[in-house]
């Protein structure tokens, strides 16, 4: 189980870095997956079409690694405490095992 911290984010070398793309490799990207875009699309839309698409596509470097040594990889949510295991640990560490807050 992993939070959504930027660094187990990262692709692998083989996806392209959006803010290093030239207009010619942005068209490209989408063309070596076989997906259909606008050939009309200004740069700023077809960054955004790439960014979702490598972010629907692409699996993340250390997902593939993990599933490759068959793992199951689960994201928690983000900005929700509660639900991540190292923090309802720490919690108990410091003595503040109560969950939910005891309303008073």
Known sequence: MFDSAKYHLIYGPEVPV?????????RQYPQSKSMEFNDNMRV???????RQCIKDKEEHEFA?????ANHV???TPTYHSNLVPIELTWARIKGNDCWPPIQQ
Not at 64 to 68: I, R, T
């Open 44 to 50: 700023k839309e077809l960054e955004v079409f790439v």
């Open 64 to 68: 593939q690694l993990l599933k490759s």
């Open 18 to 26: 959006i803010a290093k793309m030239k207009k010619a490799d942005c």
């Open 73 to 75: 990889v689960l994201f």
